[in-house]
Nanobody
Framework: QVQLVESGGGSVQAGGSLTLSCAAS??????????LGWFRQAPGKEREGVAT???????QYADSAKGRFTISKDNAKNTLYLQMNELKPEDTAIYYC??????????????????WGQGTQVTVSS
């Protein structure tokens, strides 16, 4: 099994920064290569993909995140990060990290991802 635990959420004013962390554990995570990603869900909205790091380490970002957010991974710590800069009120959401050994899409494929964290709240005030 794979366990994902997010941390680092909080409240910040517009223009500020936050770094989210996602600690991964489990035997399967150590022996397989996983696609890793950050998703978010705002109140009343569908969950959307924010950033992914695929099986080869290549990264992709939602248009809303490009230039402001950076996804990275510390292999030694088995921890995924999301550095968020220039935060806007519309970034307010619950942020989830996810992992899957087969799927890496953020559209309809997101519903196939097998492993999800519990989520961490990010609130950006204007």
């Amino acid at each position: 099994q794979v366990q994902l635990v997010e941390s680092g959420g909080g409240s910040v004013q517009a223009g500020g920064s936050l770094t989210l962390s996602c600690a991964a554990s489990g035997y399967a995570f150590r022996v397989r290569t996983y696609c890793l990603g950050w998703f978010r869900q705002a109140p009343g909205k569908e969950r959307e993909g924010v950033a992914t790091r695929d099986f080869y380490g290549d990264t992709q970002y939602a248009d809303s995140a490009k230039g402001r957010f950076t996804i990275s991974k510390d292999n030694a710590k088995n921890t995924l990060y999301l550095q968020m800069n220039e935060l806007k009120p519309e970034d307010t959401a619950i942020y989830y990290c996810a992992a899957d050994w087969q799927y890496c899409g953020t559209g309809q494929d997101q519903y196939e991802w097998r492993h999800w964290g519990q989520g961490t709240q990010v609130t950006v005030s204007s």
